[in-house]
């Protein structure tokens, strides 16, 4: 067997987690989730969970994933020596691998946007409205799936180039693009007329809301979907990380710049939607309706319009970059597959059962779980549920199977004064409260 991949510098580790984190999430889901759950209460919450709760399972994660140098089913066989909880990296296998096929279609949404930006065709169809035009193009029976398809063929053509010269690669070149992107956004925005008020929607709590329990179950579910936890994407870098990185210092890092890019990303939104007069709690839409609307109506707004969604489709496609490489290291570990290989069938399953979703607005519209179309139920269920019952059981596997020594020393805290801290969040509070909130996400249905 060929020596397992690592790589190559912890400068390029800590981009490519980052890169793995920094997505969707961070941009759109962030965005307008923040403006249904009052904001600046919202972000106080947000980054409390991604400190308590998030960084906590991201050390975990990345220290199970060191300690085997394998797969994610391998992590949990060799931590449990061979025990049950290996089937619980087959859950996350599959779970990263249906996050995937769906997130290629949003990132797919995201790119076509971009092309039309760049070309100028999006903007031209101003006088029937972005409503009219967004509808149209999710609800087509090919433009949908020809987008996913694209996106998703590119991402699984820099895994095939591997660990290094593929993944590692692409995110020393894209993320710190991206960071001075936005940083050029937000600083835009901040010249806008009536920015202050964006800016206090985001920063100056309305302290009622924090009477409102959808709030937290909205705030968990956010960082749990920004930094991509529960869905062993973390336990598969963590694997071809060499003992000479810093596990906790490369995990505070991958923690605090995907929080820092969300927040920099509400204020490159915030103040434009104030300086505009539109609703803050747009929904889902503002991204790909109400922000259109408003570059149109901005000086400049092409060329700021474009770059968002540059940043958006190039945030989208460094997450959808990390995801397959879960299923494509099981393939090659356990098949034997050469990585072109395992990435051309990987790609090939997660289009496939991303078709679904990508019709779910238009030849399967009529099709409904509950009261969702099927994309808004996939990822319901695996914002609310699949994420966090993975983190429960990921915080319960290392908190309290894996001996307190062990856990300590792969997570490079033996010798810290945090270490006792961090296996106590993990053994206690990480649990308890993604349990609480999970309750209160089910109560809700």
């Known amino acids: 067997m060929t020596a397992r991949e690592q790589w190559g510098s912890q400068r390029g580790f800590i981009l490519a987690t980052m890169g793995a984190a920094v997505g969707i999430g961070n941009i759109w889901r962030f965005s307008y989730v923040a403006g249904e ?35 994610a089913v391998a992590a949990f066989e060799i931590a449990d020596h061979g025990g049950k909880w290996r089937y619980l990296g087959w ?29 100028g065709s999006l903007w031209t169809t101003a006088e029937a409205g972005y409503g009219a035009f967004f509808r149209a193009f999710i ?61 206090r929607f985001l920063f100056a709590p309305d302290w009622s809301a924090l009477g409102q329990p959808t709030v937290y179950a909205a705030a968990l579910g956010q960082a749990f979907f920004s930094i991509g936890l529960g869905m062993a994407v973390f336990i598969t870098f963590g694997s071809y990380m060499p003992r000479s990185f810093s596990l906790s210092s490369s995990a505070a890092a991958t923690a605090f710049g995907d929080s820092l890019f969300a927040v920099i990303a509400g204020i490159a939104i915030f103040p434009a939607v104030f300086a505009f007069g539109v609703d803050p709690k747009a929904g889902p839409e503002l991204a790909f309706i109400t922000l259109p609307q408003i570059f149109l109506a901005m000086p400049g707004g092409t060329v700021i319009g474009t770059l968002f969604f540059l940043l958006l489709s190039a945030a989208a496609f460094t997450s959808m970059v ?45 099709i409904r ?26 915080a319960v596997f290392v908190g309290w199977r894996v001996s307190r020594a062990d856990a300590l020393r792969e997570a490079d805290l033996a010798e810290s004064r945090a270490g006792p801290v961090w296996h106590a969040l993990l053994r206690y509070l990480v649990p308890v409260t993604i349990a609480l909130i999970l309750l209160e996400s089910a109560s809700a249905l």
Not at 331 to 339: E, G, K, P, T, V
Request: proline share 4%.
């Open 322 to 366: 990390a995801l397959p490489e879960v299923p494509v290291a099981l393939a090659i570990h356990r098949l034997a597959f050469r990585r072109w290989t395992a990435a051309a069938a990987i790609g090939a399953i997660a289009f496939a059962v991303g078709l679904p979703s990508a019709m779910s607005f238009g030849l399967l519209a009529d």
């Open 139 to 199: 609800a087509d029976k090919g433009e949908p799936i020809a987008w996913q398809g694209m996106i998703l063929a590119a991402a699984m053509f820099t895994v095939a180039g591997g660990v290094k010269s593929g993944i590692e690669r692409i995110n020393r070149w894209i993320m710190p693009a991206l960071a001075l992107l936005i940083v050029a956004l937000a600083v835009y925005a901040l010249t806008l007329p009536n920015a202050g008020k964006g800016l």
């Open 91 to 119: 859950v996350c296998v599959a779970g990263a691998t249906l996050i995937l096929s769906y997130y290629a279609v949003i990132a797919g949404w995201a790119l076509k946007y971009f092309v039309g930006a760049a070309t």
């Open 37 to 71: 759950n009052g904001g600046a209460v919202f972000l106080m919450l947000y980054l409390l969970c991604v400190l308590l709760v998030g960084l906590p399972l991201l050390i975990a994660e990345l220290s199970l994933g060191r300690r085997a140098q394998g797969d």
């Open 369 to 394: 779980i509950g009261s969702l179309g099927i994309l808004d139920a996939i990822d319901a269920a695996v914002s609310n549920f699949l994420l966090p019952l993975g983190g429960i059981l990921i």
